[in-house]
Nanobody
Framework: QVQLVASGGDSVQAGGSLRLSCAAS????????LAWFRQAPGREREGVAS????????IYADSVKGRFTISRDNIKNTLYLQMNSLKPEDTAEYYC??????????????????????WGQGTQVTVSS
């Protein structure tokens, strides 16, 4: 079972940028889907971005499309989320997760995790206006 450790959360002003990192404890095979989720108080957990480890590009929730970029470094076994043009509504606890059995990239609908059963601890992102 791969272990995931997320970091990089911080408090920033609206319009600012952050990069989240998620370090994996062992090699992530090309068959894994990796994703970032977030959850704000009182709201459902939401899939933000996903990347298939054999691909160079990811898919995104409409709320972050054009502002966030997911990437991974297979040598460092690390997943990243570059977040630009941050908005107060991006404030949430952010989690990285892995679906080690996926065969194609996907993001679950809000409130669902489907095959993303391996999780790291969250890292808090707070965006002030």
């Amino acid at each position: 079972q791969v272990q995931l450790v997320a970091s990089g959360g911080d408090s920033v002003q609206a319009g600012g940028s952050l990069r989240l990192s998620c370090a994996a404890s062992k090699y992530i095979s090309s068959s894994n889907c990796l994703a970032w989720f977030r959850q704000a108080p009182g709201r459902e957990r939401e899939g933000v971005a996903s990347i298939y480890t054999g691909a160079r590009t990811g898919i995104y929730a409409d709320s972050v499309k054009g502002r966030f970029t997911i990437s991974r470094d297979n040598i460092k076994n690390t997943l990243y989320l570059q977040m630009n043009s941050l908005k107060p509504e991006d404030t949430a606890e952010y989690y990285c997760a892995a679906d080690q059995d996926c065969t194609s990239i996907y993001l679950p609908p809000p409130g669902s995790i489907y095959g993303y059963v391996t999780w790291g601890q969250g890292t808090q992102v707070t965006v002030s206006s």
